[in-house]
């Protein structure tokens, strides 16, 4: 599995910014199931899930992404993209795109982020908002 983010930016709050992460390497089967999502690590905190998508395509966000994040997968083009609206200086991180292939579908998106050798980790990139 191989995760690839696009190239991050800086931008002024209240501004938006779209992430794009481009996946290969693997696809659902009655066996494997994927799921996929953003993390993000500002300097000196610890790595937290922003916003996932289940094998079912179901998406889920952190509070303070709702309303303001959207994740959406597209499955032809190989692209998980997250679009970041009226985004803050909170915001200000590095994000990585992730993916973890599970045997139990439910239990997908609950263990992704884990360590182990079925989660998977693109290289990151740096999302800085000004005041």
């Known amino acids: 599995v191989r995760l690839a983010e696009s190239v991050g930016d800086s931008v002024q709050a209240g501004g938006s910014l779209r992430l794009t992460c481009s996946f290969s390497?693997?696809?659902?089967?009655?066996?494997?199931?994927?799921?996929m999502g953003w993390f993000r690590q500002a300097t000196g905190l610890k790595r937290e899930r922003v916003a996932s998508v289940d094998p079912d395509g179901k998406s889920t966000y952190r509070d303070s992404a709702k309303d303001r994040f959207t994740i959406s997968q597209d499955n032809v083009k190989n692209t998980l993209t997250l679009e970041m609206n009226n985004v803050q200086p909170e915001d200000t991180a590095t994000y990585f795109c992730?993916?973890?292939?599970?045997?139990?579908?439910?239990?997908?998106?609950?263990?992704?982020?884990?360590?182990?050798?079925?989660?998977?980790w693109g290289q990151g990139t740096q999302v800085t908002v000004s005041s």
């Open positions: 992730a993916a973890r292939v599970d045997p139990y579908k439910d239990m997908c998106v609950a263990r992704l982020g884990l360590t182990g050798p079925t989660n998977f």
């Open positions: 390497g693997y696809a659902n089967s009655s066996t494997s199931h994927y799921c």
